[in-house]
């Protein structure tokens, strides 16, 4: 089918019943449910169309420097940005070098890069206030923490989590499945109503290593859920994948083998041939329209990027899918929600703003061994939950939150090797460099602390008074750093290596924590896994959108993305963002449409 | 020291002359000679996108190769400074001998050259370095706009150009911009270093279509096998090294390549 579907909109088109805002995973998601509802449904993306016919020709989809080290397919940071500040006393300051995080742009998101470690979050997860609360006292939790409960159960979302692993072909081991143990999956793993749908994927050497010396120290080693096909695999839709053959050029890069689910793979081809279905792309929204009493959405406001031109467009129904960040900018430029002010805690949009704590240690293995660390999937691999599961006592340890330890070799490539290699007392460049360097490249591998950040009183998201994006817009100010409670349990967490390492036969070992007074470095790639800012909750004093993903304060707007998380967990992001899309969906499907109107009263 | 000095003594401005004079017949200390002419460099200008027309033969020798956006001092002092980030030893060749110089002048001509890729708006304040770069440059600037004062700096300090510094005495230069001890203009060392190196790895490891990793010889040395992408049967050899030795993307014309996205 055609792969490229640019319409531009006219005055005359016909008014959708939906629009939806951002194509990736979760606009993708919302524009399938609702054409199946019989809506009609138009989707608008600031970037450009893409699909694996175009973007993931081999081989100049997995060229290393125009991919991950140019960046080509995030987004377009001249065009627009965001400000950066550790503290609220300091002045933030552009973020001018895509580095730190890597949102997306271009049909398909960040969905279209992604590596594809695929989680479901745990009760724990959803509910860690209240059992935080019950497990240690109110007075565990630290005075500027914002925990708070998601307001939806695990047991609700579960068909959600199991529907997103069945569009996403997600290769998996489980444990349970409704309540029986049916294999070697994670332990810690909640019940599950049905299998993956495919197995897991091998472990590469490094992993195995990992697995076998887990397992000797006591731990609960698991293959990671991985959204990256381990067999050929035709999702509901119809829409077919390919075997991943482990080429290593997963993070960053469109997968040019159809195996990495993405939007563009697993939900737009089965979208595009709705009649029902547009795709307007180049189109920057500015504003969500309101009408005159502010608590229904007519429409929206966008930028056609190519000829600078504004377009209006009208429905009955918006959907705001634009990535975390960008959900925040625009409930903010839209004037949508009281922004959070840290002063007196009032108001809540871009309050609860969080990040992902991940450190990557490293583990030298003898010269005759070779890790090979240029084979590799990006969802692939073994982790261990031992101090991230639920039952895990953090009451010494005092901390709330966790870490899995993995290690997800996801291919390494040497431009990125060579750069990151050297420091912490080594050579950055040289003889002694380039010797320790090619060592380190071929005889090492990397195992992440990849874990919880919570929400705090002093970190958010506003508006910049100062700098502008390109449509003359105010820009995002993110005002965050590390916290204590954080820096804690990522050094427990990364402690516990050691024992690993030195049964994996490590010859040198380097364990790489936070350090206290640590403050956020935007240059170093942590991770995009940014949440909060509009968060899902029970109270509209504490929460931007309802336990469906509603707008307290305009009952027609629908916010979806880890802009709803109200704070981090262990694990990533999209299987949960996922499985939220579905869950909204689902209710609208079901009662929003008979009965349009705010589904949770105040 | 904190920063380069423009006072002009007698001595500096002998050898500053003798640097204006014979900067093209200086260099020869890597490559034995070097041809080409600031009359000849000049001729392109530096916002010409490349086109296909001028795309060098990646299969040519590093060392043939006319720069088309530096000039000749600035183009001596990478091939110098550049060698001594990525040197040749037993492990494989250095930055030059893999085309990294060339691959560093080609990059100036892109997108990501001209700051394109940057976010650029002012106004531009300093901040602490973990809010990240805070400069108005882009590459092109940050080359163009600190080259020349290094050398200057090495003409005031050791009556030389960089080039013509021993090898230790290069090493000091570069690990005092690194660590930030010199800055030159408004641009602190390490940022100027960190783009140096940065640009150096990325010549010493990028496919050879964009000029540097000569005849793939910066793979050879890592045990990258480049563009295969598949490893279907390597998945888990229990710590064996890859058997086969890497391949690279078909020949594509480098104004192809960075056409931008
Ligand atoms: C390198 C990388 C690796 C990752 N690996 C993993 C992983 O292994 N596991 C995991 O769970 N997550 C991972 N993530 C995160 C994952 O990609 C995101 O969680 C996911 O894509 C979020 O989906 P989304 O639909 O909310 O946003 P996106 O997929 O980012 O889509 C949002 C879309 O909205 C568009 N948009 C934004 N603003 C506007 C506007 N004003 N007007 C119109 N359109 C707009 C954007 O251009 C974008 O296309 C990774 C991310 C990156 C960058
Ligand atoms: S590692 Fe697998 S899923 Fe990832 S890009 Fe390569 S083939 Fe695709």
């Known amino acids: ?602 | 020291m904190t920063s380069s000095q423009h006072t002009h003594t007698p001595k500096a401005a002998l050898s500053r002359r003798r640097f204006m004079e014979g900067a093209a017949t200086l260099g020869g200390t890597l490559w034995g000679n070097t041809s080409h002419t600031h009359a000849e460099t000049e001729a392109h200008s530096p916002q010409q996108p490349l086109n296909a027309q001028t795309a060098p033969n990646i299969h040519d020798l590093p060392s043939s190769y006319k720069p088309q956006f530096f000039n000749d001092e600035e183009y001596l002092f990478l091939e110098h400074a550049c060698e001594r980030i990525f040197p040749q030893d037993s492990h494989g060749p250095g930055a030059c001998a893999l085309g990294v110089p060339r691959f560093i002048d080609l990059q100036m001509n892109t997108p990501y050259g001209r700051g394109e890729l940057w976010y650029l708006k002012g106004p531009f304040i300093n901040g602490p370095a973990e809010l990240g770069y805070q400069l108005p440059y882009s590459p092109q600037d940050l080359y163009r706009r600190t080259i020349t004062p290094i050398n200057t700096h090495c003409l005031m300090t050791h009556d030389a150009l960089f080039v013509e510094l021993s090898s230790a005495q290069q090493d000091d230069i570069l690990s005092s911009l690194e660590n930030g001890q010199l800055h030159f203009n408004d641009i602190p060392g390490n940022i100027f270093f960190e783009q140096l190196r940065t640009n150096t790895l990325e010549g010493a490891f990028a496919d050879p279509a964009y000029g540097g990793n000569y005849d793939m010889n910066g793979w050879q040395m890592m045990g990258f096998p480049g563009a295969r992408a598949d490893f279907m049967d390597w998945i888990n050899q229990n710590g064996a090294s890859y058997p086969l030795g890497p391949v690279s993307m078909p020949p594509s014309s480098q104004a192809e390549l960075n056409e931008g996205d």
């Open chain 1, 1 to 602: 089918m055609a792969e490229n579907s640019h319409t531009s909109s006219t005055a005359t088109s016909p008014k959708p019943d939906v629009l939806i805002i951002g194509a990736g995973w979760a606009g993708s998601i919302m524009a399938k449910e609702l054409t199946e509802a019989g809506l009609s449904v138009t989707m608008l993306e600031r970037g450009k169309d893409h699909s694996t016919a175009i973007e993931g020709t081999y081989p100049k989809s997995i060229d290393e420097l125009r991919g991950a080290v140019r960046k080509r397919l995030f987004q377009k940071l001249a065009h627009s940005s965001l400000t950066i500040r550790n503290k609220p006393d300091q002045v933030a300051l552009p973020y001018r070098q895509l580095a730190a995080f890597l949102p997306g742009e271009g049909v398909g998101g960040a969905g279209l890069h992604w590596s594809g470690c695929h989680f479901r979050a745990t009760e724990d997860d959803l509910r860690l206030r209240s059992n935080t609360i019950e497990r240690y006292g109110k007075t565990f939790i630290p005075e500027d923490m914002h925990l708070q409960d998601y307001g939806v159960t695990y047991q609700e979302l579960e068909p959600f989590f199991d529907k997103a692993e069945k569009i996403f072909g997600t290769s998996g081991q489980a444990y349970t499945v409704n309540g029986r143990i049916v294999g070697q999956g994670n332990v810690f793993a909640p019940d599950r109503s049905d299998h993956f749908p495919l197995p897991a994927m091998e472990d590469t050497y490094s992993a195995s290593l990992f697995r076998k010396a887990a397992a000797k120290v006591g731990y609960n080693p698991y293959s990671i859920p991985a959204a990256n096909a381990s067999q050929p695999y035709t999702n509901p839709y119809g829409c077919q994948m390919g075997p991943c053959n482990f080429c290593g050029y997963c993070s960053g890069y469109a997968c040019y083998l159809y195996s990495k689910a993405s939007p563009n793979v697993n939900i737009l081809p089965a979208l595009r041939q709705n009649p029902r279905f547009k795709l307007i792309t180049q189109a920057n929204v500015l504003e969500i329209l309101l009408d005159g009493d502010r608590k229904k959405a007519t429409g929206v406001r966008y930028v056609n990027t190519q000829t600078l031109t504004e377009h209006t467009l009208t429905a009955d129904l918006v959907i705001l899918t634009a990535f975390q960040l960008h959900n925040v900018h625009l409930l903010l430029t839209s004037g949508i929600g009281q922004p959070y002010n840290p002063a007196d805690q009032s108001g809540t949009v871009g309050r609860n703003f969080f990040y992902q704590t991940i450190t990557s240690s490293r583990v030298w293995l003898p010269k005759n061994t070779f890790s090979n660390q240029f084979v590799g999937a990006g969802g692939a691999g073994v982790a261990i939950d031992d101090f991230n599961q639920p039952g895990f006592d953090r009451g010494p340890a005092g901390f709330i939150g966790g870490s899995p330890l993995w290690v997800n070799q996801a291919g390494v490539k040497p431009i990125t090797a060579a750069i990151g290699a050297g420091g912490k007392g080594k050579a950055r460049w040289g003889h002694t460099y380039k010797t320790e360097m090619i060592e380190q490249y071929q005889h090492s591998l990397g195992i992440e602390a990849h874990g919880s950040n919570m929400s705090y009183r002093d970190v958010y998201l506003d508006l910049d008074p100062t700098w502008r994006n390109a449509y003359g817009q105010p820009m995002l100010r993110m005002t965050f750093t590390w916290k204590d409670n954080d820096i804690r349990m990522n050094q427990y967490v990364v402690n516990k290596l050691q024992d690993i390492a030195n049964e994996m036969g490590a010859t040198r070992t380097q364990l790489n924590s936070l350090q206290y007074g640590q403050a956020f470095d935007s240059r170093i790639y942590q991770t995009t896994h940014l949440g909060g800012g509009a968060v899902m909750g029970d109270s509209p004093t504490t929460s931007v959108v309802n336990r469906y993903l509603q707008s307290w304060d305009v009952s027609n707007l629908f916010v979806i993305g880890s802009s709803a998380f109200p704070q981090g967990m262990g694990y990533n992001p999209t299987g949960l963002v996922a499985a939220l899309a579905y869950w909204s969906a689902h209710h609208i499907r079901t009662s929003y449409l008979a009965n349009p109107g705010p589904m949770v009263q105040a």
